[in-house]
Nanobody
């Protein structure tokens, strides 16, 4: 049973933008923090962005992004749609990786992520 489904990856040129989406089952999404990870070929998986649960408002959830993407990537969540997003602007070739959506069993973004999507490929050409 697939519980997290990512979409939005693709092949783009450096300097352009992509928005990744992840839709979760209500059971996985409600009350839990969500995050985005990525894994480039030959490298370890790294935590790119996380967003805590916030009840009610679409905006204002506590979030964190990796220093190397700060100012370019933004994570957000839409509780009405059980979805999170990763807006990626000014993409660079070093952003090339498989991007994974993940969920925690807890409301804050910091901690162990235990549920994973299948991943979506992002390739940035120079």
């Amino acid at each position: 049973q697939v519980q997290l489904v990512e979409s939005g990856g693709g092949l783009v040129q450096a300097g352009t933008s992509l928005r990744l989406s992840c839709t979760a089952s209500r059971r996985i999404f409600s009350g839990n923090a969500m995050g985005w990870f990525r894994q480039a070929p030959g490298k370890e998986r790294e935590f790119v962005a996380g967003i805590s649960w916030n009840d009610g408002s679409t905006y204002g959830a506590n979030s964190w992004v990796l220093n190397s993407v700060k100012g370019r990537f933004t994570i957000s969540r839409d509780n009405a749609k059980n979805a999170i997003y990763l807006q990626m602007n000014n993409l660079k070739p070093e952003d090339t990786a498989v991007y994974y959506c993940a969920a925690r069993d807890g409301s804050t973004w910091r901690g162990l992520y235990t549920t994973w999507g299948q991943g979506t490929q992002v390739t940035v050409s120079s």
